[in-house]
């Protein structure tokens, strides 16, 4: 890609300012009294701070626009689907593995997603037929997924680890399936499977790993030559990595 679109741009600027924000917050929340009470309280007064600033600006740029958040009735309009802090309890415990991320929804299918790491500065991005990559200082870095093919050999990320470990499955649960979608993407986790997951969280980044080679499988489909994208988002139950790997992940969790 020798450029980001317009409407991409756009996207990322509203993503790193709502992550601006997330970004000072985290800075100060280890220097809160370690009061369950005291974190809980700061974190979601930082959501809420977030998804003000992705509202008025999402709204301010396409105005036409639904923006849907966690738990909202997604229209059949155009709308973005949005997640003001993905690993919210990482945010919460000083981690630094959380993402803001934005996915454009036309017509049904995703059209251009961005997952924005604030705490790392890590921004990746996908525009549907355009390929998937992560941002770089001068050069962006073109995202593919991993080519393994054998489960025994395999990092599976995600949620349902106690599954996959009863079958020899390595496992990596960081607790953001935004961003371990979008290490799915980059190739650092070979699949994931994610369960009971809201479609704000996972929206954009089944578009990453789409876009860089992979498939997104919801766990009911029937046929899995090729995703149920409504499926995947109103269910939340999902399998991804390459096409091989994610028939016998699907095969597995079946």
């Not at 626009?65 to 990482?90: C, K, M, W």
């Not at 990092?155 to 607790?175: E, P, S, T, W, Y």
Request: hydrophobic letters at 45%; glycine letters at 10%; a neutral charge.
């Amino acid at each position: 890609m020798s450029y980001i679109s317009t409407n991409l741009n756009l996207l990322m600027n509203i993503a790193k300012k709502a992550g601006g924000g997330l970004s000072r917050d985290f800075s100060e929340i280890e220097q809160l009294q370690t009061s369950v009470r005291g974190h809980s309280e700061f974190t979601k007064a930082a959501i809420d701070r977030t998804l003000k600033i992705l509202r008025v600006e999402l709204q301010k740029a396409r105005p036409q626009y639904a923006v849907v958040t966690r738990g909202g009735q997604i229209p059949n309009a155009p709308h973005f689907l949005v997640s003001a802090l993905d690993g919210e309890v990482n945010f919460m415990h000083g981690i630094p593995y959380f993402a803001v991320s934005i996915a454009e929804v036309v017509n049904g299918n995703i059209v251009s997603a961005v997952i924005y790491n604030p705490a790392t500065s890590d921004m990746f991005f996908a525009e549907k037929g355009n390929g998937a990559f992560k941002e770089g200082y001068r050069n962006h870095e073109r995202l593919r997924v991993s080519a393994r093919k054998d489960l025994a050999d395999a990092v599976i990320g995600g949620k349902d680890g106690a599954l996959m470990q009863q079958h020899a499955v390595a496992v990596r649960n960081f607790g953001a399936v935004s961003l371990d979608l979008a290490d799915v993407a980059a190739g650092k986790f070979d699949g994931i499977v994610s369960l009971a997951n809201d479609a704000a969280d996972i929206a954009s980044g089944v578009l990453l790993v789409r876009e860089a080679g992979g498939q997104v499988l919801a766990k009911e489909q029937k046929d899995i030559r090729d995703a149920d994208l409504g499926l995947v988002l109103s269910g939340g139950n999902l399998i991804a990595a390459n096409a091989e790997l994610g028939k016998k992940l699907f095969d597995l969790v079946k």
